[in-house]
Structures are given as structure tokens and as C-alpha cells.
């Protein structure tokens, strides 16, 4: 379990545990993850390695771009601070190049996890071959033509959204369908961001559904659709939220359209996936993996 809470300032003069440990029922730990980057490969790597943890209350940080001596005195101070408050070694998630300024942050009060250090060392070990001492070479293979890559296929998901426009499908590489709040729309982004994937989605509105068959503007792009489906539960908690006490949100309503979009999809031989337990990451990677869809980027 992630919680929040900023960290009060003190001085980082650090005593013995005993002494420090506060009132802290819940027994929060900070974790933080610290990169000389973007910090974004510590912290999903982190966060799910913390995921399995989940009796535990975890105060996450995440400090960038920690590419000098003084900044890493400047984590190392907050380091510090979370433990003076928690009385619990805070744990460091790091991916530090430098070995000074890893040195650094391993000066701090805290349960180092460098998350780099021991792949990299038993790499360099079975190849011969020392390692650049260079920050950032985990993106540097992020050229112009993968950005203009994903920012195309950005711009295509959005320009291709809720089955607003219909004539680009030919370009597309998928075509998400479903009801009404059934996730095709951040799944879009998702994969135009994570991987390129030039997706479009038409949502299958109750005219559609009571004639049991596809529109018109989807019909020869049959071989490009994959259906989302979402517990009926799920979906009424969902519309709720957007418009409470109306027929769209009802539990009638809402199993009725996925009664009828199951059949079309069983009808017309269209593949799909449950949703309903499912982060967008995982519905991606399922619909990439069912259809053989191939990742333009990473």
C-alpha cells in the first residue's frame, strides 16, 4: 500500500534508532527512488518490486536528475529526515552510474537496493567488458525517428478517439471496441505512448447493440477490431461516477449492453478480453499478445 506524506523539515542529525523511533502505529516506511536520469526505470521497477508488499505502508519519493555530488548531499538529507521521523531505515531504490555519487547516497541512513550495481557487475563479469561510466544510457537509444514514432501514433489515438472520425482506419493497427466507459480509450494511449500502436476506438452505442451487428464503418475493418468487455458491476460504478442515477448508469442498462456486445462478438468472430480487473499496462500487453501485434517501439 502507497501512501503520502511530505516529510516536515529537521535537521538530519541522526541518533541511534531507539531514539529516534517515533509514534508511528502504521509502522510507515519511506522508499525513494533516486536516479541520475529520469528516475522512471527505479521507480517502476521499484514500485513493483514493492507491490509485493502490500501489508506494508509505503510514503514513496522519487528525486531526478541526481547527477552531482551536491545533489546527492541533498537526497542524502532527506534520506536522513525520513528516518529521523519514522524511526525505520528508509529503503533506496537507486539506478546511480557515478560511483561517487552512489557512494553518497549509500552514506545515508537507509537499506540501499542499487538496482543497477550487481546486474551490471556480474554482466561485465561474464563478458569481459567494463561497463560506460555514463548516466542515461538506458534512453539514449530513444532517437528522432521512435519519438517522431510515438507522437504520430499519440496523435492518431486522439484523432481517432470514440469513433469521432472513421475515414483514417485504414492506417490503423487496431480498432478497440466496446461499451460506453469500458476502457478503450486509455488503452488507446497507452499503447500509442508505450509502443507506437496506431489505434482508433468506436464505442458501440445501444442502436448498434439492438441491431446485433457491426456498423458500417467498421464492417471492412473486421480483421482490426478487438472487443473489451467489463463486468457489469464494474461498468455501473464506473457510469455512476459520471452520471449518477440515470438509465446509462443503471445495472438493467449496463448488463443489458453487455449481453448484446458479448453476442456480437461471438457473432462476428471478434477476439476480446475481459477488463475488468485488469491496469491499463496489462490490457495492452494481453492485446498484444493475443493478436500478434507488433510493437513499432520499445
Same mark, same amino acid.
Given at each position: 500500500?502507497?501512501?503520502n506524506?511530505?516529510?516536515?523539515?529537521?535537521k538530519?542529525?541522526?541518533q541511534?534508532?531507539?531514539?529516534?523511533q517515533?509514534?508511528?502505529? !502504521?509502522?510507515? &516506511?519511506?522508499?525513494?527512488?533516486i536516479?541520475?536520469g529520469?528516475?522512471?526505470t +527505479?521507480e517502476?521497477?521499484?514500485?513493483?518490486?514493492l507491490? !509485493?508488499?502490500?501489508s506494508?505502508?509505503?510514503?514513496?519519493r522519487v528525486l531526478?536528475?541526481v547527477?552531482?555530488l551536491?545533489?546527492?548531499?541533498?537526497?542524502?538529507e532527506? @534520506?536522513?529526515?525520513?528516518y529521523q521521523?519514522?524511526?525505520?531505515?528508509?529503503?533506496?531504490?537507486?539506478?546511480?552510474?557515478?560511483p561517487?555519487?552512489?557512494?553518497?547516497?549509500?552514506? +545515508?541512513?537507509?537499506?540501499n537496493?542499487d538496482?543497477?550495481?550487481?546486474?551490471?557487475? /556480474?554482466?561485465?563479469?561474464e563478458?569481459?567488458?567494463?561497463?560506460?561510466a555514463?548516466?542515461?544510457?538506458?534512453?539514449?537509444?530513444?532517437?528522432?525517428?521512435t519519438?517522431?514514432?510515438?507522437?504520430?501514433a499519440?496523435?492518431?489515438?486522439?484523432?481517432?478517439?470514440?469513433g +469521432? &472520425?472513421?475515414?483514417?482506419?485504414?492506417?490503423a493497427?487496431?480498432?478497440l471496441?466496446g461499451?460506453?466507459?469500458?476502457?478503450?480509450t486509455p488503452?488507446?494511449?497507452?499503447l500509442?505512448?508505450?509502443?507506437g @500502436?496506431?489505434?482508433a476506438?468506436?464505442?458501440?452505442?445501444?442502436?448498434?447493440?439492438?441491431?446485433? !451487428?457491426?456498423?458500417?464503418?467498421l464492417?471492412?475493418?473486421k480483421?482490426?477490431?478487438f472487443?473489451?468487455?467489463?463486468?457489469?458491476? /464494474?461498468?455501473?460504478? @464506473?457510469? =455512476?461516477? /459520471?452520471?449518477a442515477?440515470?438509465?446509462?448508469?443503471?445495472? !438493467?442498462?449496463? =448488463?443489458?449492453?453487455?449481453?448484446?456486445?458479448?453476442?456480437i462478438?461471438i457473432?462476428?468472430?471478434?477476439?476480446?478480453?475481459?477488463?475488468?480487473?485488469?491496469s491499463v499496462?496489462e490490457?495492452?500487453?494481453?492485446?498484444?499478445?493475443?493478436?500478434?501485434?507488433? /510493437?513499432r517501439i520499445g
Amino acid at each position: 500500500m502507497f501512501v503520502n506524506h511530505s516529510i516536515e523539515p529537521a535537521k538530519p542529525t541522526i541518533q541511534n534508532k531507539q531514539a529516534l523511533q517515533v509514534d508511528n502505529d !502504521q509502522n510507515i &516506511r519511506t522508499a525513494f527512488f533516486i536516479s541520475d536520469g529520469t528516475a522512471i526505470t +527505479a521507480e517502476t521497477l521499484g514500485r513493483a518490486i514493492l507491490s !509485493q508488499f502490500s501489508s506494508v505502508p509505503f510514503e514513496t519519493r522519487v528525486l531526478p536528475y541526481v547527477d552531482s555530488l551536491e545533489r546527492a548531499e541533498d537526497a542524502v538529507e532527506q @534520506i536522513n529526515m525520513a528516518y529521523q521521523r519514522d524511526g525505520l531505515l528508509p529503503l533506496v531504490f537507486d539506478t546511480i552510474v557515478s560511483p561517487d555519487i552512489r557512494e553518497k547516497i549509500n552514506s +545515508a541512513h537507509s537499506c540501499n537496493l542499487d538496482m543497477y550495481e550487481g546486474l551490471i557487475g /556480474r554482466i561485465a563479469e561474464e563478458t569481459g567488458v567494463e561497463p560506460d561510466a555514463h548516466a542515461g544510457h538506458a534512453h539514449d537509444n530513444v532517437d528522432s525517428e521512435t519519438y517522431k514514432e510515438r507522437i504520430d501514433a499519440v496523435h492518431f489515438a486522439l484523432d481517432n478517439d470514440d469513433g +469521432a &472520425r472513421t475515414r483514417h482506419y485504414h492506417a490503423a493497427d487496431i480498432i478497440l471496441i466496446g461499451v460506453s466507459r469500458s476502457g478503450k480509450t486509455p488503452t488507446s494511449l497507452y499503447l500509442a505512448l508505450q509502443f507506437g @500502436i496506431r489505434a482508433a476506438n468506436y464505442p458501440l452505442t445501444e442502436e448498434d447493440l439492438n441491431d446485433n !451487428q457491426l456498423p458500417k464503418a467498421l464492417r471492412e475493418h473486421k480483421d482490426k477490431l478487438f472487443g473489451l468487455l467489463i463486468d457489469t458491476d /464494474r461498468l455501473v460504478k @464506473i457510469r =455512476q461516477e /459520471r452520471r449518477a442515477g440515470s438509465r446509462y448508469s443503471s445495472y !438493467q442498462q449496463c =448488463q443489458q449492453e453487455q449481453r448484446a456486445i458479448q453476442g456480437i462478438y461471438i457473432s462476428q468472430g471478434i477476439p476480446s478480453l475481459d477488463v475488468s480487473e485488469m491496469s491499463v499496462e496489462e490490457i495492452a500487453t494481453r492485446i498484444l499478445q493475443m493478436t500478434g501485434l507488433k /510493437r513499432r517501439i520499445g
